[in-house]
């Protein structure tokens, strides 16, 4: 202050500088800078950080030295009496100090940074041969990562183009990095670049522990490892004042308890291109991914298939603006419809049908037995016979481990939706051409809608306890990446006769995981302590779980594949004649809806076929599958 008092009376009033003026400056100077010392620690300007400074801290500035001028022209006004300053000398005092006061901190938190870029020009980027790198995250993150980069504070990677979480700034540029997709436009961007002379080898997460366990960030970190690139975090800290960031491997096995498995993506592209590709569930979390995995490897034509308006308006918006050159076909159609469903398949004729769609809630399927059967099972019928009826090449269903010894309806209607699929496919083993029918059976898709873990990450953000059903509960966990991958893999082992008939891939997910394990890890990744910060909060088993799931049942020959990371079982069939009369009834039982001769056919049905636990396959399998010698390669494969 007594500097912007002397630059004023320098500037606007030289005649105050006069030798006769001194006593009376000598008298006000001393009151002046103390009570100016007094308001601004009143106030808080001596407590707040220089080199965070923003509006606020102006706009504090700015009130605290209007009260000191106030103060000012009454000590000035006692002192000097008629000689004291007039009106304009107060005015442009207070112009002086906002400026003074707001420049030196201005100075404070942007200069660093000037200097370190005006460093950069005139040497030139010093790091020419770090590996290029695309760079993920909401705006606030990124800028916060590339301008630490520019001060020389983070290394090791030279950003070539931008991730935006939101994909709404798509185009634009954040301190001259080009934004060129959203996170669910990876695959598009990747395949652009990754020909190119400056194609990336690294993908730069810049999130938060908490954010770097959600979904969209653990989707991305697994699609991203499994085309090969090194993928890092830019860890964050939790904390919005504390600004430091380091580089830190961004480790799925962190949540999985194992590591990913990655694909030969050159699989997926031999068995994708230039066919004709049915999706079922187009729009749901591991339809959606499946459609984006299949648009990057150029297929003739992709049938999105999908009962809720919204969600085939976004997967095919989506694969539109990021895959313009793909032929995409959104039709509106509910599984349950067999009509509906036989026309539209007639009309497409596909290769490929990639049966996703189902109700996979437990507690609301436990619930809703009529819609869980007509969707997951006399749906399954309507798909499967459909793309039998086209002769497609083959079609693959989506299964769950809960299929395995069910204890409820979801997992009740998936095994017998896995049982018909596999009687069809035995059929098709003594017919020339005949359609493939596949069966790939999933654990918990971290992340997925439903999922536990966007569950715990709403309970954190809220500080709510996290809630798990049981101490002992456990899963198997897999990312949507090694999801949609184990899907992609079995089609090529159709195309390939590869695989003989009426078998089920099962991913190798290593061992289940404690949920209450999964809720610990969640609490850690986002800076907290278990059991201090965030409390976890044991509320009971639901309708129609179990304590632990399994991948294979005591009837199932569990055998390796020819994929990496892949087993395939060799379960236990069930006659034909006696898959129809079961959906004979259940079609008459779900037009009366009546939910108690529902369950007590499904389960009649899964009782006898679970009744045989010696592992011995029931004489229809045996008939089924020796009809013709196992080729020298399945042999061998048996032999393992």
């Given at each position: 202050m007594a500097t912007a008092i002397a630059a004023t009376i320098l500037v606007a009033v030289p005649r105050y500088a006069a030798a006769e003026y001194w006593d009376e400056?000598?008298?006000?100077?001393g009151p002046i800078a103390l009570s100016g010392a007094l308001i601004f620690y009143l106030v808080g300007l001596s407590r707040r950080f220089w080199r965070f400074v923003s509006i606020v801290d102006l706009a504090l500035i700015m009130s605290a030295v209007l009260l000191h001028t106030a103060v000012s022209i009454a000590l000035l006004t006692a002192v000097m009496k008629a000689e004291a300053p007039p009106a304009g000398f107060y005015v442009i005092e207070y112009v002086f100090a906002v400026s003074l006061m707001g420049l030196a901190r201005l100075v404070r938190r942007f200069g660093p940074q000037v200097f370190a870029?005006?460093?950069?020009?005139?040497?030139?980027?010093?790091?020419?041969?770090?590996?290029?790198?695309?760079?993920?995250?909401?705006?606030?993150?990124?800028?916060?990562?590339?301008?630490?980069?520019?001060?020389?504070?983070?290394?090791?990677?030279r950003p070539i183009g931008l991730l935006d979480v939101s994909d709404v700034n798509v185009r634009r540029r954040l301190r001259g990095v080009p934004i060129l997709g959203g996170f669910l436009s990876f695959n598009h961007?990747?395949?652009?670049?990754?020909?190119?002379?400056?194609?990336?080898?690294m993908l730069v997460i810049a999130a938060t522990g908490a954010e770097a366990s959600e979904a969209a960030f653990v989707s991305l970190a697994s699609r991203a490892a499994g085309v090969g690139l090194n993928v890092v975090r830019a860890a964050l800290s939790e904390n919005s004042v504390d600004a430091r960031v380091e580089l830190k491997e961004f480790d799925l096995s962190d949540?999985?308890?194992?590591?990913?498995?990655?694909?030969?993506?050159?699989r997926i592209a031999l068995t994708i291109r230039g066919r004709t590709i049915i999706v079922t569930g187009a729009g749901g979390s591991i339809g959606s991914e499946l459609v984006r995995q299949i648009a990057q490897f150029e297929p003739r034509k992709i049938v999105l298939i999908e009962?809720?308006?919204?969600?085939l308006y976004q997967i095919d918006h989506e694969i539109r603006q990021n895959f313009p050159k793909v032929n995409v076909a959104p039709v509106l159609c509910d599984i349950r419809d067999r009509g509906h469903v036989m026309s539209v398949f007639a009309e497409c004729q596909p290769q490929l049908v990639f049966h996703a769609a189902a109700l996979k809630h437990v507690p609301l399927v436990e619930l809703n037995p009529c819609?869980?059967?007509?969707?997951?099972?006399?749906?399954?019928?309507?798909?499967?016979?459909a793309a039998r009826s086209c002769r497609a090449v083959a079609m693959i269903q989506v299964s769950t481990d809960k299929a395995v010894n069910p204890v409820g309806v979801m997992g009740a209607t998936k095994r017998l939706g896995e049982l018909y699929c596999q009687a069809l496919d035995l059929q098709s083993e003594r017919e020339a051409a005949a359609t493939r029918f596949f069966t790939v059976r999933f654990g918990n898709v971290l992340g997925s809608s439903g999922s536990v873990i966007p569950l715990f990450q709403k309970q954190l953000r809220e500080r709510l306890p996290l809630t798990v059903t049981h101490p002992d509960m456990t899963r198997f966990f897999m990312t949507i990446h090694e999801a949609v991958a184990l899907i992609l893999h079995s089609a090529h082992s159709a195309l390939n006769s590869e695989t003989r008939h009426g078998r089920i891939f099962v991913l190798d997910m290593?061992?289940?995981?404690?949920?209450?394990?999964?809720?610990?890890?969640?609490?850690?990744?986002?800076?907290?302590?278990?059991?201090?910060?965030?409390?976890v909060s044991f509320i009971g088993t639901r309708p129609g779980e179990k304590l632990f799931e399994e991948l294979f049942d005591k009837s199932e020959r569990r055998l390796p594949s020819e994929i990496?990371?892949?087993?395939?079982?060799?379960?236990?069939?069930?006659?034909?004649?006696?898959?129809?009369?079961?959906?004979?009834?259940?079609?008459?039982?779900?037009?009366?809806?009546?939910?108690?001769?529902i369950r007590k056919e499904i389960f009649a049905v899964i009782k006898d076929e679970c009744e045989s636990d010696d592992g011995t396959p029931p004489a229809p399998y045996a008939a089924a599958t020796i009809a013709r010698a196992p080729s020298s390669q399945e042999a061998a494969v048996g032999a393992k």
């Open positions: 400056w000598a008298l006000a100077v870029v005006a460093r950069r020009v005139i040497s030139g980027d010093r790091s020419p041969n770090d590996p290029p790198a695309l760079i993920a995250g909401s705006p606030d993150a990124v800028e916060l990562v590339l301008r630490k980069r520019e001060l020389g504070v983070l290394k090791g990677f961007v990747y395949n652009e670049l990754k020909n190119k002379p400056n194609a990336p080898t949540l999985l308890g194992r590591a990913p498995i990655r694909f030969d993506a050159e009962q809720s308006e919204f969600n819609p869980a059967v007509a969707t997951n099972l006399l749906g399954t019928r309507n798909v499967a016979d290593g061992q289940p995981i404690k949920v209450v394990d999964i809720a610990n890890r969640m609490i850690r990744l986002s800076g907290l302590e278990p059991g201090v910060d965030a409390k990496e990371g892949v087993f395939v079982a060799e379960p236990s069939a069930l006659p034909m004649t006696v898959l129809e009369g079961l959906f004979e009834r259940l079609t008459a039982a779900v037009a009366r809806r009546d939910d108690k001769a």
